[in-house]
């Protein structure tokens, strides 16, 4: 899956699985730095409810390096421009 092309001072964020079922988008551009609670947050502008339903399971990584999920908006590593930020849903395995 390809990112569009970004602009001086944004990051990409890759939204998989739920997550992009979610935001009906595979991926979409922030503007950047901003430490990743900030991005939780706007997020969650965004799209009311995502926190709850997929944020706080999901995995995430910068720039293919998994980092903890925030505890606050201002927590967190700081994405950088032109980082690739993932958000990973859990995946349910069915056993029978």
Not at 7 to 26: I, N
Not at 60 to 79: A, F, H, M, R, S
Request: glycine share 6%; proline share 8%; net charge negative.
């Amino acid at each position: 899956m390809a990112a569009a092309p970004l602009s001086t001072g944004q990051c990409t964020v890759l939204y998989f699985a739920g997550a992009s079922s979610y935001t009906g988008k595979e991926s979409e551009a922030f503007p950047a730095p901003m430490p990743i609670g900030q991005l939780f947050a706007a997020l969650e502008s965004r799209y009311p409810g995502i926190r709850a339903r997929v944020l706080d399971s999901c995995l995430v990584t910068v720039n293919l390096d998994y980092v903890d999920v925030p505890k606050t908006d201002d927590d967190g590593v700081v994405i950088q421009a032109a980082d690739e930020v993932a958000i990973i849903p859990p995946i349910c395995r069915l056993t029978f």
